[in-house]
């Protein structure tokens, strides 16, 4: 209860989908904490506590409660829709008994103002109190739920047999993945709406996607605010996240019950800074950074960032396993040059598209076929802003049976993701030549399907890259898997986070060549501001982090999170963001895309690490404390008049 020596009472309800709710809701609640009067914080969530340990540091009190339901994801980057649905649904037949619940306890500790980020039953728990909710974030489960119906199918790959059948068999067992037919999604989604239409205040972070329980348009469902052949936003669409959110048509105000009267202030949508965790300040020191790096094992003659670029790999949570033997860091050669489509699909779309193949009859009747897989390369290609956007894919994939032949191979695994492969014999002389076009794996019900997968494509270059791609059935005996190339070059070196401090010592296995790991416990901010280049899937955590420290992001794609699409707009307008294909991934081919990423994101880096922490974020964060608080007590004012 409020008084003026203690402060508010906010209890912030945080989602328990992801480390990027529950890192922004820790350094936000630590914003709050530093006011005076000091405010009472409770965090609830089903997010482990440890990941709040700097508000709670502070004097933030955690409560874990079931109070979300999740996305289901067998991997790190597939979502099972049926699954989800159904926890959806079993989490919706409890949600009166929940509000029950939490609506009492927020009488009993006297709340005065429930924060959620984005947990819909906050904002019902708060209402059935009769007290002020504020919805803090980027995007709102509804559209994420919504974006199940998308007709969009994210097919699984299957990456190239390794020593581990296991891994094997958990691609296998993947369910396809089927839409939601609409009339069942339309009810369940509703209820999470009006969950959300009960917060009185949006706060809505950079990155943001529409948000329909507050704006009227663009209204659910959220397939529709994507361009099924570009995969990016419409423009209407761009153009209402590019607009002022005071300019936006809200929808009205939910009254509380007649027992506790209107309430007093009408709804608002106001845009808020990025709610980002700093690095330690001394990190852009000389000495801060050796100590880092010295931390992790890395030798001293590592440290100097002139001589040594770093790349983080992270998963946000995600935890890899040791690979199975050594790997090395290998100079560029020819087979792992990108897909020829790459540079041609670029050019092509600045021409309006006018040299992506199309079939004609004439030319299907000799055997000629667009690719679904090619196709959706070049008009992945654009980005939300219109700028060229580059897809890497991997170098070329091997027929099946040339796979077989192919030598072994090692694994880096992250449990419930595809393994990135790795080959345990010395490079061959020998390329695959034509190489196989790879792309995202999308796959679209209004194109033909692919051909044979023993199929591979020429490119005609006669005075330069040409439109035309022939289909021709090799014969694949002779053909080589080409190498995979983790790391651009002997001067980079790798740090890995979530894994064990005996990833790489057991079974008398040793590190790969240039790989060093992270403590679990590792300070993320405190990495990525030392850091080159970051790859791993994209997060609000990662993203807000990245930019903060001009670390340029390689990132794997989830192409049925519908808030990537913010995210990525995010990257575009204030960091750097390369795109890495799924294939590429896991065939291990991430080089040329840490080197793109490294190469146009170099010079903001090199000028943060000499201009170091400047204090920005503490100061944006202290004036949204303030600013919420003013704006709690704009609410009880209105109350007492």
Known sequence: ????????????????????????????????????????????????????????????????????????????????????????RSFLLKKDHKVSDESQWLKSIG?????????????????????????????????????????????????????????????????????????????????????????????????????????????????????????????????????????????????????????????????????????NPSVYTRDGRSHLLGSLGVPSHLHDSGATKILIVSFGGQVFHKPQSRIHSRSPSAASTPGPFTAAATRSLNGKLRDVPYAKPSDMSKGYFPDPSTLSVALRSISLTGHEHRVYPSPGLMPPAALRRGRAKSVLQIPGAPPSTIPTSPPSKKTMSPPMIDAPKFEF????????????????????????????????????????????????????????????????????????????????????????????????????????????????????FIEEHGLRQLLATEGVGVELSRISYEMGEWADAVEEAWLKGRHAKEKKRKEGDTGKRHEEGRQMANELVRWLEHWRLAISS
Not at 57 to 63: E, I, P, V
Not at 494 to 506: D, L, M, P, R, Y
């Open 1 to 88: 209860m409020h008084n003026d020596s203690i402060g508010y009472y906010f209890v912030y309800y945080c989602s328990g989908h992801g480390y990027g709710h529950a890192t922004r809701v820790s350094a936000f609640a630590c914003h709050l904490l530093r006011l005076q009067p000091r405010p009472v914080v409770h965090i609830v969530s089903s997010a482990p506590k440890h990941v709040f340990s700097d508000s709670i540091a502070l004097g933030a009190l955690y409560r874990y409660a079931d109070i979300d339901p999740v996305i289901v994801q067998p991997l790190a980057y597939r979502v099972d829709r049926r699954k989800s649905i159904e926890v959806l």
């Open 111 to 279: 709340a005065d103002c429930v924060l959620s980020d984005a947990a819909f039953l906050g904002c019902l728990s708060a209402h059935e109190a009769g007290i002020p909710s504020v919805l803090i974030t980027n995007f709102s489960f509804d559209s994420v739920y919504s974006y199940l119906s998308t007709s969009l199918i994210d097919a699984v790959t299957t990456p190239p047999p390794v020593e581990s059948d296991s891994l094997q068999m958990q691609i296998a067992k993947l369910p396809p993945d089927v839409p939601i037919p609409l009339d069942e999604l339309s009810p369940l989604v509703g209820q999470i709406v009006q969950g959300f239409r009960c917060a009185d205040l949006l706060l809505r972070l950079p990155g943001a996607i529409p948000m329909p329980s507050f704006s009227i348009e663009p209204s659910l469902p959220s397939a529709d605010w994507v361009d099924p052949a570009f995969q990016v936003f419409k423009p209407d669409v761009v153009a209402h996240l590019m607009a002022p959110p005071s300019t936006h048509t809200l929808h009205p105000q939910i009254p509380f019950s007649n027992k506790l009267g209107p309430k007093p202030v009408g709804r608002e949508m106001r845009s808020a800074p990025l709610i980002v965790r700093s690095p």
């Open 445 to 560: 019900t209004t194109m033909p399907p692919s051909p044979d997968p023993k199929t591979i494509i020429r490119e005609r270059e006669d005075n330069g890259p040409t439109s035309q791609f022939e289909w021709a059935v090799e014969d694949d005996e002779g053909l080589e898997e080409p190498e995979p190339r983790l790391l651009p070059d002997d001067t980079w070196i790798a740090i890995v986070c979530g894994v064990s401090k005996e990833w790489g010592t057991e079974n008398g296995e040793e590190l790969p060549e240039n790989f060093f790991v992270a403590p679990r416990d590792v300070y993320m901010p405190d990495l990525t501001a030392v850091a080159d280049v970051l790859l791993g899937k994209l997060g609000y955590g990662t993203v807000s982090e990245c930019v903060d420290a001009c670390t340029p992001f390689v990132y794997v794609p989830r192409p049925l």
